[in-house]
């Protein structure tokens, strides 16, 4: 695959992220042969998806929260990251119960804290801090190490429990990897997520995901909302078709239930890999492009990776002083 400008990989990510969100979104909740069987063909729903408009979930709308951060301020932010969810937050994108019980809190002034640690004992387990964390996986693609710090703070406001945590800093981890570009090589980029896997959970998805090839299921992984039964489904869907966004799209929907999420991740990844240009043009045309829609999500790409010039420039040793890496053949 020949070598594309940057700012491709940073706009495929964000604009993948939202189109797979909206086009998993319509399937949410429904059994896996539910959607082959009333839906048909998986070629035919991504040729001519459902209605005139892709519109995106929670999932899109919390990411834009992080971007946001992230171009304001270069790193996570804790009381700012909040203000943005707050200020982006609107019931009728899907939000979960306790997602939504934890943004009223913060937009009352209340101790959302306490909240967030009483509401699920141990702290959320869900994958809604990975749905959402593609930008922190841009914005310090050159330091791998600050992506697996920066995505634990992005994830700290809503979850708690270090699967949930865990979850968006191996995504994150992914999305860091496959921008820098390269010709995938699935060995070492699932040795590289293996080998920042600290729970058993993930340690057995990323193992199992990297031996999945593309005659095979990936429905072993899940394809429930809880990180640990999504996260490697996503990276699955990826890896085993990563020259394709579409065939990633539509694997991920496949698997059913949790379809907005799971496009929505799949779509990160492989927008982060192909770049802007291997979303079909009819459906980066469908996303909604109202309020923080395309246009503005395209924007706020484009502002990520001026950011990431900017600490680039500023700060070169955090970049090794070299050119942009690759991933490891």
């Excluded at 496959?178 to 997520?193: C, D, I, M, S």
């Excluded at 990431?308 to 050119?323: L, T």
């Amino acid at each position: 695959m020949a070598p594309l400008p940057l700012l491709d990989h940073f706009r495929g990510c964000l604009l993948g992220l939202a189109v797979g969100d909206g086009l998993g979104a319509p399937f949410e909740g429904l059994h896996a042969d539910m959607v082959f069987h009333d839906f048909g063909p998986m070629e035919t729903i991504l040729r001519n998806p459902d209605g005139e408009t892709l519109y995106y979930t929670d999932d899109t709308q919390m990411m834009i929260g992080v971007a946001e951060t992230l171009v304001d301020h270069g790193r996570i932010v804790e009381e700012r990251l909040c203000e943005a969810f707050v200020t982006n937050y609107h019931p009728d994108r899907g939000y979960g119960r306790g997602a939504r019980r934890v943004l009223e809190a913060m937009a009352m002034g209340e101790d959302w804290r306490v909240l967030t640690q009483s509401l699920f004992p141990g702290g959320s387990f869900g994958n809604g801090a990975a749905m959402r964390v593609a930008p922190v996986g841009l914005l310090f693609c050159d330091d791998l190490d600050a992506v697996m710090e920066q995505a634990r703070l992005s994830a700290l406001p809503t979850h708690l429990h270090p699967l949930g945590i865990e979850g968006a800093q191996l995504l994150a981890v992914a999305i860091a990897l496959l921008v820098r570009g390269g010709e995938f090589n699935r060995k070492a980029f699932y040795h590289e997520l293996s080998r920042r896997a600290q729970t058993e959970e993930f340690r057995w998805q990323m193992k199992t995901a990297s031996r999945l090839s593309v005659c095979d299921t990936v429905g072993v992984l899940g394809n429930s909302l809880e990180a640990h039964r999504s996260v490697g489904t996503a990276l699955a869907c990826f890896s085993v078709s990563p020259h394709s966004y579409e065939e990633m799209i539509g694997r991920a929907i496949g698997q059913g239930n949790d379809t907005d999420t799971l496009a929505a991740m799949a779509g990160a990844l492989g927008g982060a890999y192909l770049g802007v240009a291997a979303i079909p043009p009819h459906l980066l045309d469908k996303l909604e492009d109202n309020h923080k829609g395309r246009t503005y999500i395209d924007h706020l790409a484009n502002r990520l990776y001026e950011r990431y010039q900017q600490s680039r420039n500023e700060n070169p040793a955090a970049a090794g002083g070299k050119e942009q890496p690759r991933l490891p053949q």
